[in-house]
């Protein structure tokens, strides 16, 4: 069955580090997410991408964050400079197109953890 | 802007005994309502999902969910619960029916689901 992968699948890296975190979504998904969750906190939406850009992202989504499609298969959220708030699972997601009942297919997320 | 609570952090059943899992959602315009499931180490799961139509909807692995829009609900319930059945069980909500905004999902808290012997 198709799937999500992430990598890694835990990070530690101290603060001020960059972080990059990479997605690999199912091979005929269009629209690609990244979600996160700080742990003992609700699971939070982070941004959405489609056709090679940004189509939406929350107020957590700010300058220090990037993401990017650099091939046709991965999908990577940068994080420039970490903060220890930074610390959570981050949670990639993709969906197909053209159907808006389709469901998401998350991975199994990237943990990271800011010293 | 749409928020969900779930109402119960954790919920202990014995094995054979009913799972409810309780979701209330707000929105301002009629929502897509969703059921996800995570099991330890595991990514989140699609359980069902309600769009349009029946209101009633069935699920993969036994459970089901009933939309009820005077009441705001979301509830997930299970006959019979099963020792696999035990993980965390997460409430969603979409008010974008299309597009690019469909996978913004707002999710709950989170329902920590035990089941004993």
């Known amino acids: 069955e198709p799937e999500v992968t992430q990598t890694p699948s835990h990070q530690v890296t101290q603060m001020g580090q960059e972080v990059i975190l990479r997605c690999v979504p199912i091979?005929?998904?269009?629209?690609f997410y990244w979600y996160r969750q700080i742990l003992g906190q609700k699971v939070e939406f982070l941004v959405s991408?489609?056709?090679?850009?940004?189509?939406?992202k929350s107020e957590i989504f700010d300058d220090q964050f990037s993401v990017e499609r650099p091939d046709g298969s991965n999908f990577t959220l940068k994080i420039r400079s970490t903060k220890l708030e930074d610390s959570a699972m981050y949670f990639c997601?993709?969906?197909?197109?053209?159907?808006?009942?389709?469901?998401?297919?998350f991975g199994e997320g990237s943990r990271l953890t800011v010293l | 802007a749409q928020s969900v609570t779930q109402l119960g952090s954790h919920v202990s059943v014995s094995e054979g005994a009913l799972v409810l899992l309780r979701c209330n959602y707000s929105?301002?315009?009629?929502?897509?309502l969703f059921w996800y499931v995570q099991y330890p180490n595991q990514g989140l799961q699609l359980l069902l999902k309600?769009?349009?139509?029946?209101?009633l909807v069935k699920g993969i692995n036994g459970f089901e969910a009933e939309f009820k829009k005077s009441e705001t609900s979301f509830h997930l319930t299970k006959p019979s619960a099963h020792m696999s059945d035990a993980a965390e069980y997460f409430c969603?909500?979409?008010?974008?029916?299309?597009?690019?905004?469909?996978?913004?999902?707002?999710f709950g808290q989170g329902t920590i689901l035990t089941v004993h012997p």
């Open positions: 997601a993709s969906r197909q197109a053209g159907v808006s009942t389709g469901e998401l297919f």
């Open positions: 091979s005929n998904h269009l629209y």
């Open positions: 991408f489609y056709n090679n850009e940004i189509s939406e």
């Open positions: 929105s301002s315009v009629p929502p897509y």
């Open positions: 309600y769009t349009t139509g029946a209101t």
């Open positions: 969603a909500v979409a008010t974008d029916a299309g597009g690019t905004s469909y996978g913004k999902l707002t």
